[in-house]
């Protein structure tokens, strides 16, 4: 008998031993060649932010992914599981000036203390595919990329109104801006400032990516509709209204269709409808339906109209100018509809183009003039909005929508509904909203004074930082030819090594004399650098890409490798990507894909978001010193228990509760796991060469269970994703194979069987519990790697929980058949007879004196 110490389950010994075999053995999580002829499988977690420490977080979504892609590895798939660093940004710049670390070596080091602890948990991940984003290996394609877009207009500069983070002394992209604040500097406001800056026209592919979220039917609906919503089309109409004051009437051709037209719905007063002398005032609408009850016409403070107003006018300039800053004001804390509404009468009036009517012109400070035209009718019999500005300012306020079936009493006002007809409107009363808006575009149309057309929410990508830690913008400034692309033979243009962090504004580029100057390719003058960097969402918009092909120097992929690949099958990450992240690299994909890269129109086949990490009812984080360090778990309770509770404790796409308790009791199960395991190992063995022949020897009820497990778990992986209750369904099945100790101790049960039971149960485990898995399958005697045996199957006939049939005799004499299942005790096969129809009424009004039932043969009923 071997001492206590050997006897018990000591993770702190089998962990470390495989991991050290598991590192001399490189290609056992790596992707096999193009060319090896089998399906493949691409799983993929988002890459973290060297921040130099794990948290349980990034546990939960590893332990999900890597135990995806140890199954798909059984299962026999070509299987591509890789890791990197999405290692440009802030935070490596805010410790150098509080360490006075340069950013790279603080970059560097916590990637080798992450790696580290990647690899103690265990994660499969094939590290001869790393990517770091900081590397210029890797940047300089983020460089080829943007000349690329810049020669086809996709990247491009202009001024415009920025979103500033005092804080970060940098711009934020809109999508950065969370409740007014800066989403790294959650107390900091954000300021509105006026610059020069880098765009992606992600505009450009508006419509596409709106349309192609229908083809992502293996994405959570919720992230569809965000990116739905963030996308933002609406449908609508531009509508000139005419400046009245320009206002006189031409000379208009007799008898056309126009003519006869503007007679019809009496556009009196309208003249040519060439417009070219006229002074217009575009509105946008998506109730055109409504445009007669329009009774003022609202113009954005910055409306160039309302600055020529403005300038004729000193006492209208001024209010102006209070609009102007109020709608700063709103704009800095992020929420401009929340604005407490103001507005402006210029004394101006407009010009309805479908009746001619005269209605005067606002300004107004919740109306932009980025979103648009910057000026909208205000139509407040029908729109919320228009309706307080209306009542607060007494303008009048006009009912031109009726509900079909008008009741006795008149909906108040606002009436909101589309679903009615028009009324108070002409030539157009009793048309249905929807008849009405297509028939008034048309003589928009035909008038030439308006037209049908979509609007986005969407605003093209800001890419330029003012930052050192990011990609340089590979462009050169001549004074001669201007804005001239770095050549192609010229990349990367190198991050200098040493910069002076400070918190000055302004890009700290732009104040190393030997980055900023150069000669200029064109023309061989002198010339500066841009010195913006890129914003670090273009580093992990394409990242995914590179792993496959990740040392290749010539291109950024080579097209075979990603054709081989993409789309990713299944990829794993927080929700909070949703907008950010995930339109970015759809936007990516798909300008990669018109370059000829990929054919791939969207990267991702499959996502899966994970839910938080709760403790003590709130999300881990530094910040409220609830965090619970991976290393400190690994010390304790093993990996596989770290891990394997990860998993266990609430379904992945939930919160998770973090308890501790919880890890210990895996830890105990997973010891209970390895007692019974050893215990039986010898026997195993001893089966290695013989045929496991049907589970003889074993209660049904066992073998039920086992191949309920595998089929229950075979079915998680496919796309349900209920690890938590795959792992208690392995729990139950160890109780199921505990409970028959007493046949395996005593050979009931032939060792094949045992070995069967044992060898399945170690296969079940290993995509959950891979040091336990690695170190059991080898004291079982099986060869090779565990991630290599054949993933078991079920037998369908096996888990079926079968019934069987039962003769119920009463006083000997046989009554009835009835059906139980197979596992039924002696009380539920009582009950059942007693409950049978027949039974009943031959015992009515009787005494049942005595009932035998012998099991899975007779049930005997003694009736007086
Ligand atoms: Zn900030
Ligand atoms: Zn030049």
């Given at each position: ?670 010891a209970r796991v390895w007692r019974l395991a050893t215990k039986y190992a010898p026997v195993a063995r001893s089966a290695r060469n013989q045929e496991a022949e ?171």
């Amino acid at each position: 008998m071997a001492d206590e110490q050997e006897q018990r389950y000591d993770p702190a010994v089998i962990e470390p031993k495989w991991q050290q075999r598991w590192a001399t053995d490189p290609r056992l999580y790596a992707a096999e060649p193009v060319s090896c002829g089998k399906p493949k499988y691409y799983v993929l977690e988002m890459l973290p932010y060297p921040s130099g420490q794990l948290h349980m977080g990034h546990v939960r979504n590893y332990a999900i992914g890597d135990a995806l892609a140890r199954h798909m590895w059984m299962r026999g798939y070509n299987v591509l599981h890789p890791m990197g660093w999405d290692a440009f940004g802030l935070p490596a710049e805010n410790a150098a000036l509080k360490n006075n670390t340069p950013p790279r070596e603080w970059t560097l080091a916590n990637i080798a203390a992450m790696k580290r602890q990647f690899q103690r948990l265990g994660m499969g991940f094939d590290w001869s595919t790393e990517v770091t984003t900081c590397m210029p290996d890797y940047y300089r394609w983020n460089q080829w990329f943007f000349l690329r877009m810049f020669e086809r207009g996709l990247a491009y500069r202009k001024k415009s109104k920025v979103n500033w983070c005092p804080e970060c002394a940098t711009v934020l992209a809109n999508e950065q801006v969370v409740d007014g604040c800066c989403w790294r500097h959650e107390d900091t406001l954000v300021e509105q400032r006026d610059l020069v800056q880098w765009f992606f026209r992600i505009t450009a592919y508006a419509q596409e990516l709106l349309d192609d979220l229908s083809k992502l039917d293996g994405w959570p609906e919720k992230v569809r509709t965000m990116q739905r919503n963030w996308i933002g089309r609406s449908e609508g109409a531009e509508v000139d209204f005419f400046l009245a004051e320009i206002e006189g009437i031409g000379n208009r051709e007799q008898g056309t269709e126009l003519d006869e037209l503007i007679v019809k719905v009496g556009l009196q007063g309208l003249d040519d409808g060439s417009g070219e002398s006229r002074t217009r005032i575009r509105v946008f609408t998506t109730r055109v339906d409504t445009i007669f009850g329009a009774t003022s016409v609202q113009l954005a403070p910055e409306h160039p109209l309302v600055t020529a107003f403005g300038a004729q006018d000193a006492g209208l300039k001024a209010q102006i100018a209070e609009l102007i800053e109020e709608q700063k004001k709103a704009r800095e804390a992020g929420d401009v509809g929340a604005i407490e509404k103001h507005g402006v009468p210029t004394g101006r009036f407009a010009i309805n183009p479908y009746n001619g009517e005269r209605v005067p012109i606002w300004v107004a400070n919740y109306i932009l003039m980025d979103y648009g035209t910057g000026a909208i009718m205000s139509v407040p019999g029908h729109d919320a909005r228009d309706f307080e500005f209306a009542t607060k300012y007494g303008i009048e306020i006009r009912r031109v929508i009726a509900p079909h079936d008008p009741g006795p009493q008149e909906p108040p006002l606002p009436f909101l509904s589309e679903d009615g007809v028009l009324v108070n409107s002409g030539e157009f009363d009793g048309l249905t909203c929807s008849d009405a808006q297509r028939k008034l575009q048309q003589i928009a149309e035909l008038g030439a004074f308006g037209k049908g057309t979509v609007t986005f929410r969407l605003r093209d990508w800001g890419v330029s930082r003012q930052r050192y830690w990011g990609t340089p913008i590979p462009i050169i400034h001549c004074e001669r030819d201007g804005l001239v692309p770095v050549p192609d033979d010229q990349l990367p243009v190198l991050l200098p090594p040493q910069v002076e962090i400070t918190q000055q504004g302004g890009s700290p580029l732009a104040r190393i004399p030997e980055f900023l100057s150069t000669t200029c390719p064109r023309c061989g003058g002198p010339a500066q650098r841009e010195t913006d960097t890129m914003d670090t969402f273009v580093d992990s918009s394409w990242y995914f890409y590179r792993y496959p092909d990740a040392k290749n120097d010539q291109r950024p992929f080579e097209p075979a490798i990603a054709r081989y690949w993409f789309p990713i099958d299944q990829y794993i990450g927080g929700v909070e990507h949703a907008i950010l992240h995930l339109i970015y690299s759809r936007f990516w994909t798909k300008v990669m894909r018109d370059l000829g890269l990929i054919e791939n129109d969207e990267p991702v086949r499959r996502l899966f978001t994970q839910g938080m990490v709760i403790k003590d009812g709130a999300k881990m984080s530094k910040s409220r010193g609830n965090v619970v360090s991976p290393d400190d778990m690994i010390a304790r309770f093993g990996a596989d228990a770290a891990r394997m509770y990860a998993l266990f404790a609430a379904p992945p796409d939930r919160d998770l509760d973090w308890q501790e308790d919880g890890v210990a009791g895996v830890s105990r199960f997973l010891a209970r796991v390895w007692r019974l395991a050893t215990k039986y190992a010898p026997v195993a063995r001893s089966a290695r060469n013989q045929e496991a022949e049907p589970l003889s020897g074993t209660s049904p009820k066992l073998v039920r269970k086992l191949h309920q497990t595998i089929a229950k778990i075979t079915h998680d992986f496919e796309g349900r994703w209920h690890f938590n209750t795959c792992v208690a369904a392995i729990m139950e099945l160890v109780n199921e194979i505990q409970a028959a100790d007493a046949q395996l101790a005593s050979g009931e049960v032939p060792a094949p069987v045992i070995r069967e039971l044992l060898r399945t149960l170690v296969l079940l485990l290993a995509p959950f519990a891979p040091y336990l898995a690695a170190e059991l399958w080898e004291e079982l005697g099986e060869e090779g790697s565990v991630l290599r045996a054949s993933w078991p199957v079920s037998n369908p006939a096996l888990a079926k929980e079968d019934e069987i049939e039962i003769p119920v005799q009463i006083n000997g004499k046989l009554v009835a058949v009835i059906r139980v299942s197979a596992g039924a005790t002696p009380a539920q096969i009582e009950a059942a007879a007693l409950g049978d129809e027949k039974v009943r009424s031959r015992t009515a009004g009787k005494t049942i004196v005595k009932v035998i039932v012998v099991p899975g043969k007779t049930v005997n009923l003694v009736v007086k």
